[in-house]
């Protein structure tokens, strides 16, 4: 539909309204979402694992930091206890 001067009217461009995505296009869709969601929940699960082990791990190295060094210093007094010629 066009007027006198050859503008095309806004009604004959639009889609008609029974055009819509189909049923294949809204599971994929849907599909495509749902993996956008998994793949950034398994990043924060995985960065989540990564923080606990790591906070886990200097926890562990200092508790047997502090053991050797305690057991380190007890040697040291107590080396006086034992004869170095044996």
Do not use: Q, Y
């Amino acid at each position: 539909m066009s007027d006198s001067v050859g503008n095309v009217s806004a009604a004959s461009t639009s889609p008609s309204p029974t055009r819509g995505a189909s049923a294949i296009d809204e599971v994929v869709g849907a599909a495509v979402i749902a993996a956008v969601v998994a793949t950034a929940l398994v990043g924060v699960a995985t960065v989540s694992c990564g923080m606990v082990l790591g906070a886990v791990v200097v926890v562990t190295e200092s508790t047997a930091r502090r053991k050797s060094l305690a057991s380190s210093d007890w040697l040291d007094r107590n080396s006086m206890l034992v004869p170095h010629n044996w």
